[in-house]
């Protein structure tokens, strides 16, 4: 997020990410809880629905914050 050529790139290679590492970004500050920052989650909705198969890993401590970020996202991709 936040870099265009990085993220060209993902975007190009979809069809080989196998697991996505997901954490929300609070003024510069990483690994916040999901839907709580500055990235907006619903312009990745079709990494979410695009019927790949992959992994997603919360980067969030504790434990606790991991079910709120997964919490934060099911609302938010609900949304669309």
């Known amino acids: 997020w936040g870099d265009e050529t990085l993220e060209s790139f993902f975007w190009h290679n979809l069809q080989?990410?196998?697991?996505?590492h997901l954490h929300d970004i609070i003024d510069g500050k990483s690994h916040m809880i999901?839907?709580?920052?500055e990235i907006d989650f619903r312009a990745y909705s079709?990494?979410?629905?695009?019927?790949?198969e992959r992994e997603?890993?919360?980067e969030v401590r504790p434990k606790e914050a991991?079910?709120?970020s997964l919490?934060?996202?099911r609302k938010l991709l609900s949304e669309d």
């Open 46 to 52: 079709s990494l979410f629905r695009d019927g790949i």
């Open 66 to 68: 991991a079910l709120q």
């Open 16 to 20: 080989h990410v196998a697991q996505v």
């Open 56 to 58: 997603y890993c919360f």
């Open 71 to 73: 919490s934060n996202l």
């Open 34 to 37: 999901v839907g709580k920052g």
